[in-house]
């Protein structure tokens, strides 16, 4: 693995995830079905924010942001923005609020329940700092006014699907992730991934059972010189 930032950019800038192509292959350019610019604009709507205001984020923000992974009830049938592998659901969604960074919201550990748009209470003396991250992502986690956290309810899905369950999740959990992000903006929110922590670390503060797993995280917080929803 490449620790140092320099040698970081440099194999990144390399983009060694592109095909090399032979010369003489069969080439078909695609005709643009669409101008630059709106698709600009999406691609502006999900980005990584890795610096926050310091503003107390408002709770009508978050909740607008949440939103987005609740369930709507169409023809009688509940109805999520993403798909999950065999409509299990099985990946939860758990908040960490640091102290006096959301208006209306003690600190500690939260439980996101999408059925009824709420959060529930875990452990308010929960603290996660930024010696619980590595790097450079320290120094992100201390910007920021929450982390969200993504887990794997294996005993939701392994039933289902066995050993293929948790890869199954973490599309799952991919899913969510993109959700989140294509709407962060328009809810004044700034979100930026989080590809590993110190998770054990905290873990206890969550109150999950024994096969549960975390698959993914972002931290985030307020947009700085970006307008509140309307």
């Given amino acids: 693995m ?22 003489d292959s069969i080439v078909v350019s695609l005709p643009k079905t669409e101008d630059d610019e709106p698709l600009r604009q999406r691609l502006l709507e999900r980005r990584s ?12 923000a978050l909740a607008r942001l949440l939103g987005q992974l609740r369930p709507v009830s169409i023809d009688g049938k509940l109805k999520y923005g993403y798909s999950s ?21 003690a600190p500690g550990t939260w439980y996101y329940y999408p059925l009824e748009h709420k959060l ?11 010696d619980d991250y590595y790097r450079e992502n320290r120094s992100i986690f ?20 066995g050993e293929k369950s948790c890869d199954f999740a973490l599309i799952e959990a991919g899913l969510m992730t993109q959700t989140l992000e ?13 590809g590993d922590m110190r998770f054990e ?13 975390l698959l993914h995280s972002l931290v985030g917080g307020l947009l700085p010189r970006c307008p509140l929803p309307r």
């Fill in 2 to 23: 490449l620790f140092d930032l320099q040698q970081r950019e440099l194999f990144k800038e390399a983009r060694h995830g592109l095909r090399d192509t032979d010369p």
């Fill in 49 to 60: 924010e890795r610096r926050y205001a310091e503003q107390m984020l408002p709770l009508e």
């Fill in 85 to 105: 592998a065999g409509s299990s659901y099985a990946v939860q969604t758990y908040l960490y609020v640091k102290p006096a960074r959301v208006d209306l919201l």
């Fill in 120 to 130: 529930v209470s875990l452990c308010p003396d929960a603290r996660i700092g930024s």
């Fill in 142 to 161: 201390e910007s920021s006014a929450f982390s969200i956290f993504f887990i794997g309810r294996m005993d939701a899905i392994a039933p289902l699907y």
């Fill in 182 to 194: 294509l709407a962060a903006t328009a809810a004044g929110i700034g979100l930026c991934q989080i």
């Fill in 201 to 213: 670390h905290v873990r206890d503060g969550f109150l999950l059972g024994q096969n549960d797993l």
